[in-house]
């Protein structure tokens, strides 16, 4: 299993999302820290359902937070229902990432299930950290990787998020407060110096 040592290069990551601002929600500030503190730094995003404006938001989001990304258009909720994503994952193993940001197995939307374990048959010895989504589905777990992030970080996360995403402007939930108060509460929950921290859920996890 590969090693994750922050401040070394160069360092790959590969964040994967079902659906545009995935990756931005349950990441963005990690990722934002990741570009500050590492010194060769390589970010690689793919977006498996996103279409017209939505994938337009998702590569602009991906330019604003410094990654290059692969927007694919599977369809949203049916990508059990076909060999087409797996086959695409099957494309992914050339990379070789250092580290891989990806949903969480426990998470109530089908696609994000799906994706975790695709994630997992095709990078077998590899350092995957699972991202959680807030939701309606009330799926929170309890994560056991923190990244506490400074306020700046923090807040710069939910401002690109707001800034990059205007389609779901009209959702309750894709709010500056909700983000940053599950910031907040995993914060708390790993003692952050700023009181803000993103979390993951690591199956194995080499020091």
Not at 82 to 96: A, D, N
Request: charged share 30%; glycine share 10%; aromatic share 10%.
């Amino acid at each position: 299993m590969l090693k994750l040592g922050l401040g070394d290069g160069p360092l790959r990551v590969l964040a994967i999302g079902s659906h545009a601002d995935d990756i931005e929600i349950g990441c963005g500030g990690t990722l934002l820290r990741l570009a500050q503190e590492v010194s060769e730094l390589e970010v690689r995003w793919v977006v498996l359902s996103a279409a017209g404006e939505r994938a337009d938001e998702a590569r602009a989001s991906a330019a604003a937070f410094g990654a290059e990304v692969d927007v694919q258009g599977f369809r949203d909720a049916f990508f059990r229902y076909g060999p087409e994503v797996k086959e695409y994952f099957e494309g992914l193993k050339p990379l070789e990432p250092d580290v891989i940001f990806t949903h969480h197995e426990g998470d109530r939307h089908q696609d994000h299930r799906l994706v975790a374990e695709l994630t997992w048959n095709t990078f077998r010895d590899h350092l995957i950290l699972e991202y959680e989504i807030p939701k309606y589905d009330g799926d929170l777990g309890k994560p056991n990787v923190f990244f506490d992030l400074d306020e700046g970080l923090a807040r710069r996360k939910v401002e690109l998020l707001l800034e990059s995403f205007p389609s779901q402007a009209g959702k309750r939930w894709f709010t500056e407060d909700l983000f940053l108060a599950l910031m907040r509460l995993r914060g708390m929950e790993c003692n952050a110096p700023s009181g803000l921290a993103e979390a993951f859920y690591a199956r194995k996890l080499s020091l």
